[in-house]
């Protein structure tokens, strides 16, 4: 008798603990499902894929400015170079 009393407490208390264990399984799975869908969310807006970096998204968006400002600013630079040349050239001629 006190055996079956024993096993019969030991198997509840593993029940309980299965179910523990279980709980917590569910919420790590859970939170994982939480995480992959984050991190989809964040490769679509950084525009990534399998192969690299797409045509759109965040990255791409920055790529293109980053090449529309280092055009202007080549182009300025031109300008400004032009502009102090001629400058230089009106200040070194002799006046009449």
Sequence with gaps: MFDSVTQAGL???????????????????????????????????????????????WVADLQRVKAELATKLSESMFTFVESWHDHRQEVRRPQA
């Design 11 to 57: 198997r509840a208390q593993m029940e309980q603990h299965l179910l523990m264990v279980e709980e917590v399984l569910g919420g790590l799975d859970q939170f994982v499902q939480g995480l992959e869908r984050r991190i989809a969310r964040i490769e679509d807006g950084l525009g990534l894929e399998p192969d690299g970096v797409s045509t759109s998204g």
